[in-house]
Antibody
Framework: QVQLQESGPGLVKTSQTLSLTCTVS??????????WSWIRQHPGKGLEWIGN???????YYNTSLKSRVTISLDTSKNQFSLKLSSVTAADTAVYYC??????????????????WGQGTLVTVSS | QSVLTQPPSVSAAPGQKVTISCSGS????????VSWYQQLPGTAPKLLIY???KRPSGIPDRFSGSKSGTSATLGITGPQTGDEADYYC???????????FGGGTKLTVL
């Protein structure tokens, strides 16, 4: 079955760029039909969707983060990546990657995240 | 402040049925489908329910989901101590063009 694993620095300095990679195993990210997503969870808080990338390369971002976020695919490595620029302490969180299913049926959206990576804690500090 | 509203906590005795509510609006739950996630302590969220009421392979049938209007409900029949976790609802918000989640509900099994 498909498995995802996040990797990247656990500590990022204030104002720099946070960069994470999600490696997908057990399936190809370019096989079609799926989106690949990043979600974060601030310490002790709920889930926040960051954005998705479709297998074709089309991207969709949370408007609250859009000006700072870039999600990209590397099909040769079966990976997708997150870059978040100009980070502050407010970006300290556990970052998860996940596969995202989305279907629109008669104007209603069916969507879910499955599976998820184990998550990686990123701390932003000066 | 989450777009979807969940109670912060619920509790239940083993053998009882417990429900967790998720309240939204016509731009999200009212016109889209809901999914539910279980997050055991120290682990990543796991899909529990999708398309309002469908269970992925491997999820016990004591977990159920339903939707009515702009609210959704997760039901757990006969909760076990191993079900103590945070539970999140999620859906698409057509006005925000974004995935939205509830703030999460912590289940305690007494």
């Amino acid at each position: 079955q498909v498995q995802l694993q996040e990797s990247g620095p656990g500590l990022v300095k204030t104002s720099q760029t946070l960069s994470l990679t999600c490696t997908v195993s057990g399936g190809s990210i370019s096989s079609g039909g799926y989106y690949w997503s990043w979600i974060r969870q601030h310490p002790g808080k709920g889930l926040e969707w960051i954005g998705n990338i479709y297998y074709s390369g089309s991207t969709y971002y949370n408007t609250s983060l859009k000006s700072r976020v870039t999600i990209s695919l590397d099909t040769s490595k079966n990976q997708f990546s997150l870059k978040l620029s100009s980070v502050t302490a407010a970006d300290t969180a556990v970052y998860y990657c996940a596969r995202y299913d989305r279907v629109v049926v008669v104007a209603a959206t069916i969507n879910w995240f499955d599976p998820w990576g184990q998550g990686t804690l990123v701390t932003v500090s000066s | 402040q989450s777009v979807l509203t969940q109670p912060p906590s619920v509790s239940a005795a083993p053998g009882q049925k417990v429900t967790i509510s998720c309240s939204g609006s016509s731009s999200n739950i009212g016109n889209n489908y809901v999914s539910w996630y279980q997050q055991l302590p120290g682990t990543a969220p796991k899909l529990l329910i999708y398309e309002n009421n469908k269970r992925p392979s491997g999820i016990p049938d004591r977990f159920s989901g339903s939707k009515s209007g702009t609210s959704a409900t997760l039901g757990i029949t006969g909760p076990q101590t191993g079900d103590e976790a945070d539970y999140y609802c999620g859906t698409w918000d057509s006005s925000l063009s974004a995935v939205v989640f509830g703030g999460g509900t912590k289940l305690t099994v007494l």
